[in-house]
């Protein structure tokens, strides 16, 4: 899973990218997903799922205290950088 830069922290159950005012365009949860607010109420940060089955590529939300990798849009120099893997 790789945190995407969205939250629902400002207001539960609407979600922005981080550092926009403006609710994300759109959003790409699987059925039944973000669930009721309480269950939510802890997990404010989105990620994105990797794992090859009927998940992959669909968002859920997690707890922001967790850690974890992040994909993020990038302009200058770090976007121009490249890394060999």
Known sequence: RYYIGVTDLEEEGVFRLNGDTNPAPFLNF?????????????????????????????????????????ICECEGPCFQSTVAV
Do not use: K, M
Not at 37 to 56: K, W
């Open 30 to 70: 699987p059925p039944g997903f973000p669930q009721d607010l309480i269950t939510e109420e802890q997990r404010d940060c989105v990620v994105l799922a990797t794992h090859p089955d009927t998940t992959f590529s669909l968002w859920y939300t997690v707890p922001c205290t967790n850690s974890w990798a992040f």
